[in-house]
């Protein structure tokens, strides 16, 4: 097989040369692809603007011996111009999609996080929930479905029955005073349930937590994530330093 084609949404993308860009894309049945898309940055390309990060695409590739290249793009849903009109909804896309990388660059093929991903920048894009609050659900799910599922009730350790107000990345999420290290987290109760709604879709109850239930529920989900993936997402970082 010499070409491919499949449905995927851009993650990033930068320039090489002075006409082309390397971009990256998650796609549906190939994981994530990296391709150079020859001329896209000329006023003229064809496809230039369809492979903007945040846009839905199917795409067409040619295997090459280091990076692919893109020979067709068609577009299916222009995310990139609903939540680039955002600020707050194209940080959180931001924080997103570099997730989305991260977790999937160790996996070959990840049907599951590309169907959260374009689901929750669809929901982005329509702006259904409030940006900070969509960004940890997808946070919470994208990394249950890599594997990584927090204890949000019952200690992590032990198995005692909770709720329990401490809280250990390293340790599996909640745990109980007998297993809580030093330097774990000590957020009130409510920011773990907090956490269990956005995980399960609950939106009203998520939506009605009080507001430093949501502060110390998503300091929660950074450490996290930055815990489990061993690195920090620096889109993340600078979104919290605004």
């Excluded at 067409?60 to 680039?84: K, M, S, Y």
């Excluded at 005073?177 to 399960?200: F, M, Y």
Aim: with cysteine; net charge negative.
């Amino acid at each position: 097989m010499h070409s491919y084609r499949d449905e995927g949404i851009v993650l990033a993308g930068h320039k090489l040369g002075e006409a082309d860009r390397i971009v990256t894309v998650l796609t549906r049945s190939h994981g994530l692809v990296r391709a150079v898309a020859k001329g896209v940055r000329r006023t003229k390309s064809r496809f230039g603007s369809r492979l903007e990060p945040f846009m839905l695409v199917d795409v067409q590739c040619h295997i090459g011996r280091n990076l692919d290249i893109v020979t067709q793009v068609e577009l299916i849903e222009p995310f990139a111009r609903g939540i680039g009109a955002d600020f707050d909804a194209y940080s959180a896309a931001s924080v997103m999609a570099e997730t989305a990388r991260s977790i999937t660059e160790a996996e070959p093929v990840s049907r599951a996080q590309f169907l959260l991903l374009v689901s929750a920048i669809r929901s982005l894009c329509k702006g259904e929930h409030p940006p900070r609050l969509a960004l940890d659900a997808y946070l919470l799910r994208a990394m249950s479905v890599a594997g990584w599922a927090p204890s949000l009730l019952d200690c992590a350790q032990c198995g005692a029955p909770g709720p329990h107000r401490a809280f250990s990345a390293a340790l599996g999420g909640a745990v109980c005073s007998a297993c809580r290290p030093s330097g774990a987290a000590l957020p009130d109760t409510d920011a773990l349930d907090h956490l269990a709604a956005l995980l399960t879709g609950d939106w009203e109850s998520a939506e009605a937590s009080d507001l430093h239930d949501q502060i110390d529920g998503s300091k929660l989900v950074s450490d996290w994530v930055s815990w489990h993936l061993e690195r920090n997402i620096r889109s993340l970082s600078v979104l919290e330093r605004t």
